[in-house]
């Protein structure tokens, strides 16, 4: 799931304050990026009541031939609604699909895909994520915000033989709260440089699952309602599921470059 982390509203929930023509002062943005991750996914699909076989561990990139490099589009928007206070929706997504001959055997959600089966398969993830931002300290050159928010992701699985005899999908929607810190500098009146960490641990009846991001941008603010950025990106998600969809786990992470603007209105003071 790419990313997610990321992300190109989470500066301007949390930059600094100067003169009139600040191009990273305002009231709201929106942004759009593009992201060009490595990506790693592994899934796991036990079947359930008559199909109750144990589902093999199934690297996609490897042994269905998805892709481990692909560009991921974001968009997002930011309220700074007070000197310390903003909020950020974010949204991404990533759907992969591939065709491949396996060399092994697999199972999966009670399906067996038998050794030189041609499987069409297709793996997606939606990632949206609300957080609240109150920054510690906030004046003119720089910024420490403490982070509060919900990533929901949906992910789908799908393997399907060529002949069409066999076929098998797992889904799951998975709420996740995270927490986290930001760090923004002013280099100068046009240049900005934002770091953002966001983590997440869960032990709950019939989810367990682990979240990771991390993000380093640099801003640049040609113009008082306009700037480009450019950065790098980790994202990763581990989850342990016991759900009638998904019974099983999935484990997928994304990192990169990634780059893009941020169009703002109004300023915040």
Same mark, same amino acid.
């Given at each position: ?39 790693? +996914?592994? =899934? $796991? #699909? ?5 199909? %109750?076989? /144990?589902?093999?561990?199934? !690297?996609?990139?490897?042994? &269905? ?87 929901? +992701?949906? =992910? $789908? #699985? ?5 002949? %069409?005899? /066999?076929?098998?999908?797992? !889904?799951?929607?998975?709420? &996740? ?93």
């Amino acid at each position: 799931m790419r990313s997610c982390v990321l992300f190109g509203c989470l500066v301007l929930a949390s930059t600094a304050y100067a003169q009139p023509d600040d191009p990273f002062d305002h009231r709201f943005s929106i942004s759009a990026g593009a992201f060009w991750p490595e990506v790693d +996914t592994t =899934v $796991k #699909a036990n079947g359930t009541g008559s199909f %109750g076989l /144990i589902g093999t561990t199934i !690297d996609l990139e490897s042994d &269905l031939g998805l892709a481990d490099s692909d560009t991921l589009y974001t968009g997002g928007m930011t309220w700074n609604f007070g000197r310390r206070h903003s909020l950020d929706l974010l949204y991404f997504e990533l759907g992969r699909t591939a065709t491949k001959t396996i060399d092994h055997t697999i199972n999966f959600r009670g399906q067996s895909y038998p050794l030189q089966t041609s499987i069409h398969s297709l793996f997606r993830t939606d990632v949206a994520r609300l957080s609240y931002y109150f920054a510690f300290i906030a004046d003119d050159r720089q910024r420490l915000t403490g982070q509060f928010g919900v990533h929901y +992701t949906k =992910v $789908k #699985a799908d393997l399907d033989a060529a002949t %069409g005899s /066999i076929r098998a999908e797992a !889904d799951s929607d998975v709420p &996740l709260p995270v927490i986290g810190l930001g760090y923004q500098r002013r280099l100068g009146n046009s240049f900005l440089f934002d770091a953002n960490v966001q983590i997440f641990r869960l032990e709950f009846d019939d989810l367990s699952g682990s979240l990771n991001n991390g993000s380093a941008n640099f801003y640049w603010g040609p113009t008082q309602h306009f700037s480009i950025f450019v950065g790098y990106d980790y994202y990763s998600m581990n989850v342990d599921a016991r759900k009638e969809h998904w019974n099983g786990s999935f484990d997928f992470r994304y990192k990169g470059p990634w780059a893009g603007l941020v169009v703002g209105f109004g300023s915040r003071r």
